[in-house]
């Protein structure tokens, strides 16, 4: 069921444009691009620059980068360096998208010599400016600065900060004066909608010159890039994390009223922030968009899909239909125009959350293309400012149906334990990656005389930290059926953090001990694969340095090499960190996820761990082996991510970037893993668009990190 607000006034076309509308593009261009043969550039190359500016330019970023020089390394630092990254970038790959952004270049140059010379005298006031303000921070992914907007009130208080010890300026040695509690604000998420020319120069100017589409009273509204253009998926989904946690600390945000929004990509941003991370936010206010990929390529793409059966699996990493229960306790509302095709991704949310007996309010803009309407605008206001002051923890109005006397106080769903956490359940292990990993908690009864009941599906272990009213008494626990008492666990206790574990079929509960994760080699969160995850976190490309085991190897090595260096730039907006094999250090297999190129002939880093892999070389027959499955060595090289048998708590991953190419990018629905856990490539057949070569196996490791049983 849904509550439809259709508003009663002239039914004629009408609404506010998208964020930074000169250069956001809200559509794909349909069947033109889904020709495999024929991709466009995403992002398109820029306009020439003349001699004149050019030479204007690059003596600002110089003269900009001796200022840096200078500065050390304050932490403040980023705040100047994202104006010089912006234009150095744009100038030096060929990124102004118009005439019009050169005298913006110049200006965000001249802006960030402004901070320079500010830090330099020891001051730094855009860090208590009120409305429009842009931040930067240093990722954890690739060391690289990035950008993020902030709308701060008029009425913020910067003089309730001077007490907060981090707050404080480092030089500031007197004790603190602050002893009573200050106000912390709500902070709005916005996602930004698809943009193929938001560079940074054009990122960093809308956030200097426009507010968005909602600027709630009382409310830090917080843009992040999302490293460009990906649906805040993957390093943008990361980038999304490091730019909260960075607002964080520098302005009083209340970590019970965060809201995650947006409108078209930034829709589908909105909907998987909401399903996978649902304990973080007291609302989600999702705008068209597309909330999952098969159906939305269809109606809105015209393709004909023909994925593998890998693929069709990891489209559950982000398909938010299959996470629909999750909503049950993060109050949503929807927004489609009403004559919008990207309608269809708020119509697949109600289908499924009907299926899970639970509600959408969607609201509709009446006769509305890609725009929201101004009267949906106050409706959805007053919604979230309606929820903003409830707060969490929410009862589901209507609730879930009761069973009996049970009364159901908490759900969650995944297909992998990238997404493992809710309010109060984090599932540590699954059965089975990629299918249906559900875990529901009923409880009945109060004080002495409650009882929980917790029911799961494809899951190996898990963790409860409930809230308790039951004044230190242990609570009975039936789990799957499993009845338990206070003097035989498992039991419940009350305010504590309550671990079970699944042996031979029986729940037991578990003590958690430091390490004790380490020594299981087994998925879990953070270090489940697929190839793509090792790329949000920190990684380091280990280039080779010696011939491999034949020139075609070692032809599709480099040439692969510097597309997966190329596009990690052209797609995440970063610089991906680069060693030689022979300079690689014990410390770096600790502090990042090694991506090693080549074969054991070729990378002298390979050498010690590739006999501790699953997928390895026999060098000295030539062939390149699989349990039972083997392949000539001169022409097949593993893509293939697992733990690092020298870091228990880091991957490492052979001879494969981000597995989604060019082809992908012409649509962020495209923007999915395309390789599971391994594959071998055929080097003998070109890449391209689509793919990294022929492939001719590849499968998921099973929850233990060994092969499963070879496919037909």
Not at 192 to 220: C, D, M, W, Y
Not at 316 to 328: F, I, S, W
Not at 418 to 441: C, F, G, K, L
Not at 442 to 449: D, E, P, R, Y
């Amino acid at each position: 069921m849904s509550t439809r607000c259709n508003h009663h006034i002239s039914r004629l076309l009408c609404g506010v444009g998208l964020v930074l509308a000169s250069t956001l593009r809200a559509f794909a261009d349909g069947p033109a691009d889904n020709a495999v043969e024929n991709v466009r550039r995403v992002p398109k190359l820029g306009v020439e620059v003349s001699d004149a500016d050019r030479e204007e330019l690059e003596a600002g970023v110089k003269k900009l980068g001796e200022r840096i020089g200078k500065l050390g390394q304050p932490a403040l630092l980023a705040d100047v360096q994202i104006f010089h990254r912006a234009v150095d970038q744009a100038l030096r790959y060929q990124e102004f998208f118009d005439a019009k952004e050169i005298p913006v270049a110049k200006k965000l140059l001249s802006i960030g010599l402004e901070r320079a010379d500010q830090l330099l005298d020891g001051n730094a006031p855009w860090t208590r400016q009120t409305g429009l303000v842009v931040r930067g921070y240093r990722s954890k992914i690739d060391g690289t600065v990035q950008p993020y907007g902030l709308v701060i009130p008029d009425n913020y208080d910067f003089a309730l900060d001077d007490d907060r010890p981090h707050f404080r300026d480092l030089r500031d040695r007197s004790p603190p004066q602050q002893s009573v509690p200050v106000p912390r604000l709500r902070c709005d998420l916005w996602f930004h909608g698809r943009g193929e020319t938001l560079s940074e120069v054009n990122f960093i100017q809308g956030r200097l010159t426009q507010k968005g589409e909602f600027t709630p009273a009382n409310t830090i509204v917080l843009h992040p890039y999302g490293r460009y253009c990906n649906a805040n998926k993957f390093a943008g989904e990361i980038d999304t994390f490091e730019t909260l946690e960075h607002a964080h600390k520098n302005y009083r945000i209340n970590s019970e009223r965060i809201a995650v929004r947006g409108f078209s990509m930034g829709g589908a941003a909105c909907w998987q922030f909401a399903v996978h991370y649902p304990g973080k936010w007291f609302a989600a206010n999702p705008g068209a968009g597309f909330s999952e990929t098969p159906d939305f390529l269809k109606v809105f793409q015209n393709e004909t899909l023909q994925p593998t059966w890998y693929e069709q699996k990891l489209w559950r990493m982000y398909d938010c239909t299959g996470y629909a229960a999750n909503l049950a306790f993060l109050p949503t509302v929807a927004y489609s125009g009403e004559i919008d095709k990207q309608k269809q991704a708020a119509d697949m949310m109600e289908a499924a959350l009907k299926a899970e007996h639970l509600p959408l309010i969607h609201i509709i803009g009446p006769m509305t293309g890609h725009k929201i309407h101004p009267d949906s605008k106050v409706e959805i206001e007053k919604y979230l400012s309606r929820w903003e002051r409830i707060g969490p923890p929410y009862r589901l109005e209507p609730p879930l149906p009761k069973d009996g006397d049970w009364e159901t106080i908490e759900q969650f769903v995944t297909y992998t334990l990238r997404y493992n956490q809710s309010r109060y359940i984090t599932i540590d292990a699954m059965d089975e990656h990629w299918e249906p990993a559900r875990v529901v908690v009923q409880k009945t009864g109060s004080g002495l005389a409650t009882a929980f009941r917790i029911q799961t599906q494809n899951v190996a272990a898990f963790t409860l930290a409930l809230p308790s009213d039951n004044r230190g008494v242990m609570s009975r626990v039936t789990l799957d059926g499993q009845t338990s008492d206070p003097r035989r666990g498992p039991v419940i206790a009350p305010g504590s953090r309550n671990s079970y574990q699944k042996v031979n079929g029986q729940w037991r509960q578990r003590e958690d001990r430091p390490g004790s994760e380490e020594r299981q080699f087994r998925k879990r969160h953070g270090l489940q694969g697929p190839i793509d995850d090792a790329f949000m976190d920190s990684f380091l490309f280990v280039k080779p340095t010696s011939k491999g085991v034949s020139e075609d190897v070692d032809k599709w090595v480099q040439a692969e090499f510097e597309h997966a260096v190329a596009h990690w730039r052209q797609n995440f907006r970063g610089d991906a960190r680069v060693k030689l094999d022979t300079e690689v250090t014990a410390a770096d297999m600790q502090s990042a996820n090694v991506v090693l190129w080549g074969d054991p002939k070729s990378n002298d880093a390979l050498v010690q761990l590739y006999k501790s892999l699953p997928i390895s070389w026999d060098l000295a027959a030539g062939q390149l082996k699989a349990g039972e499955q083997s392949w000539d060595a001169k022409h097949h090289l593993p893509l293939m991510i697992s733990p690092n048998p020298l870091a228990p708590n880091r991957y490492v991953v052979l001879n494969s970037g981000f597995t989604f190419r060019e082809y992908d990018y012409l649509n962020n629905a495209r923007q999915t893993p395309k390789l599971p856990d391994w594959a071998v490539v055929d080097v003998r057949t070109p890449p391209n668009s689509r793919f990294p070569g022929k492939v001719v196996a590849a499968d998921f490791f099973d929850e233990s990190w060994n092969l499963k049983p070879a496919r037909p």
